[in-house]
Every structure is written in structure tokens, then in C-alpha cells.
Nanobody
Framework: QVQLVESGGGSVQAGGSLRLSCAAS????????MGWFRQAPGKEREGVAI???????TYADSLKDRATISRDTGRNTLFLQMGALKPEDTAMYYC???????????????WGQGIQVTVSS
């Protein structure tokens, strides 16, 4: 079991930047694929960026070239750096993890509680 806690969300003007963090605790000795998902009101949840155990990183087309996913293994923390933010990036952002080597398909097993990101025009 791993527990995930997001931080770093908030309100920002269009064109601005944010860095989200996800602190993992619990069974951090196991390897996990980890990633960020988001859900806007009235929309389906979508994958934003995933850092897989198999070495691949996947980004949503809507955020490609504007987002970078990274992790600090020593601190058991996952990051999402986002820039050139747009109002359509407004959503609840969730950190997720799974023991699968690739988490691109299927719902991850472990989820954080989510953190709001609001981008104003």
C-alpha cells in the first residue's frame, strides 16, 4: 500500500506556471509507476503525464511541450511542472500510482485525494 498526498495547486493567471508535488508514503520500497491525472467539472478524467517503471514517460497531447513529469526517488516525491497554463487546464489534479511497469492503460490502483488548479484568463 502506498499513500499519496498532492500539494502545490492553487490559482494562477493564464500564461503562468505551477509545480505540483506528490509525496508518497507507506510501502515506498516497492517500485511504482506514477502519474498525474485531472478531471474538470462535467468532463471525464484524463491522464496528464505518466512516469512508468519501464522507463517511458507519456504526456497528454493537450499538455505536451507545456508539462514535465519527474520524480525525486530519494524523497519519494513526484512532480509535475506545468507552464503556459490555459483556462482549460483548470481541473482537480490527482496523483496516482501502480505496481505495473506501464500505467498508460487501465486505472491506477492508488490515488491521492486531489488538488485544485484554477487558471484564470
Amino acid at each position: 500500500q502506498v499513500q499519496l498526498v498532492e500539494s502545490g495547486g492553487g490559482s494562477v493567471q493564464a500564461g503562468g506556471s505551477l509545480r505540483l508535488s506528490c509525496a508518497a508514503s507507506g510501502d515506498t520500497h516497492s517500485a511504482y509507476s506514477m502519474g498525474w491525472f485531472r478531471q474538470a467539472p462535467g468532463k471525464e478524467r484524463e491522464g496528464v503525464a505518466i512516469d512508468n517503471i519501464d522507463g517511458t514517460k507519456t504526456y497528454a497531447d493537450s499538455l505536451k511541450d507545456r508539462a514535465t513529469i519527474s520524480r525525486d526517488t530519494g524523497r519519494n516525491t513526484l512532480f509535475l511542472q506545468m507552464g503556459a497554463l490555459k483556462p482549460e487546464d483548470t481541473a482537480m489534479y490527482y496523483c496516482a500510482a501502480d505496481v505495473r511497469e506501464n500505467m498508460d492503460a487501465g486505472a491506477p490502483r492508488f490515488w491521492g485525494q486531489g488538488i485544485q488548479v484554477t487558471v484564470s484568463s
